[in-house]
């Protein structure tokens, strides 16, 4: 079952006092591009990836923020889909702060001309999308639901036995392959009874091969 999909931000968005990150995530680094309210630069920083030392980045920014006169009632991250799954969101949110998963599908590219493909490059086209969907502008991105623990985990037998069909079928399709290379058609490896069948194929397969 998919997630549902949240097309557009109903809250108001006040960017004066909006603290507001993206993050590019790999296995070995996070990148995390803010825009912090009252200051002029567009904040990049690279950690380690963890969530005490993305808790510590943005408390910094904040107090930046507070520094340069704004008081800051919001703090939003946000990060594409992927293979770190909702774990930081729910981190996150447990926190107080108001994090989304970007549906990786959804964040609209140019299909004209071939496009670059760095993390800097990402990040600052996750922040534009991000800054359009808060501001309740359809058509920039759609956010997935953020599940609960439970709930994930109660997907997670249907997840393993889409993965055994999936395994089960291309082991199948290797098998009839292979047959089709001998010759045998209208075998099918996956009923009880195949063995007993290749047992009339077994003698011509043979004398294939012996002659």
């Keep these: 079952m998919q997630q549902p999909e949240i097309g557009r931000s109903t809250a108001t968005f006040v960017p004066e006092e909006t603290l507001v990150a993206v993050i590019e995530m790999s296995l070995s680094t996070w990148l995390v591009a803010g825009l912090v309210p009252g200051v002029d630069r567009r904040p990049l920083k690279k950690l380690s990836p963890d969530e005490n030392d993305l808790l510590l980045l943005l408390d910094g920014w904040r107090c930046e923020a507070m520094a340069a006169g704004r008081t800051i009632t919001r703090v939003v991250v946000a ?22 998963v970007i549906h990786a599908s959804s964040v609209a590219v140019s299909r004209e001309r071939r496009r670059a493909k760095t993390d800097r490059l990402d990040t600052a086209l996750l922040t534009r999308v991000l800054l359009g969907w808060l501001r309740g502008e359809p058509g920039h991105c759609s956010m997935v639901a953020v599940p609960g623990i439970e709930e994930e ?11 055994l069909i999936a395994e089960r079928t291309r082991i199948v399709n290797r098998m009839k392959a292979t047959f089709a290379r001998l010759g045998i058609r209208n075998v099918n490896p996956a009923l009880r009874k195949t063995a007993e069948r290749l047992d009339v194929h077994r003698p011509a397969t043979l004398g294939q091969f012996q002659g």
């Design 79 to 100: 990060y594409e889909s992927g293979r770190d799954g909702f774990w930081l969101a729910r981190w996150l949110r447990a926190r107080g702060i108001e994090a989304h």
């Design 153 to 163: 985990d109660a997907k997670r037998p249907t997840r393993e036995r889409e993965n």
